[in-house]
Nanobody, 124 residues
C-alpha cells in the first residue's frame, strides 16, 4: 500500500508559477512510477505528466509541455510538479498517482494509488 499526500496548490495569477509536491509513504517509493493528473469542474480527469521509477524517463501532455516539469527525489519519497507560465485553463484539482510498476503510463486506470488532490486556481 502507498499513501500519497499532495501540497503546494493555491491561487496564482496567469503567468505565475507553483510547485506541487507529493509525499509518499508505505510501500517502497523507488519502485513506483509516478504521475500527475488534473480534473477541472465538469471535465474528466486528464493526464498531465509522469516519471519512471528512477527519474530518467518523463512524459508530458501536449498542453503542458515546455511549461511543467516533473521530478522525483527517491531519498525523500517525494515527487514534484514545477508549473511555470500558468494559464487560466490550468485551473483544476491536481492529483498525484503511483503505479505498482516501474515504467510510465498515461491512463488513469494504469495507476494504483491516488492522493486526495490539491486545488490550483489561475486567475486571468
Amino acid at each position: 500500500q502507498v499513501q500519497l499526500v499532495e501540497s503546494g496548490g493555491g491561487l496564482v495569477q496567469a503567468g505565475g508559477s507553483l510547485r506541487l509536491s507529493c509525499a509518499a509513504s508505505g510501500r517502497t517509493f523507488s519502485s513506483n512510477a509516478m504521475g500527475w493528473f488534473r480534473q477541472a469542474p465538469g471535465k474528466e480527469r486528464e493526464f498531465v505528466a509522469c516519471i519512471n521509477w528512477r527519474g530518467g524517463t518523463t512524459y508530458y501532455a501536449d498542453s503542458v509541455k515546455g511549461r511543467f516539469t516533473i521530478s522525483r527525489d527517491n531519498a525523500k519519497n517525494t515527487v514534484y510538479l514545477q508549473m511555470n507560465s500558468l494559464k487560466p485553463e490550468d485551473t483544476a484539482i491536481y492529483y498525484c498517482a503511483a503505479r505498482k510498476e516501474l515504467s510510465i503510463a498515461t491512463m488513469p486506470g494504469r495507476f494504483d494509488y491516488w492522493g486526495q488532490g490539491t486545488q490550483v486556481t489561475v486567475s486571468s
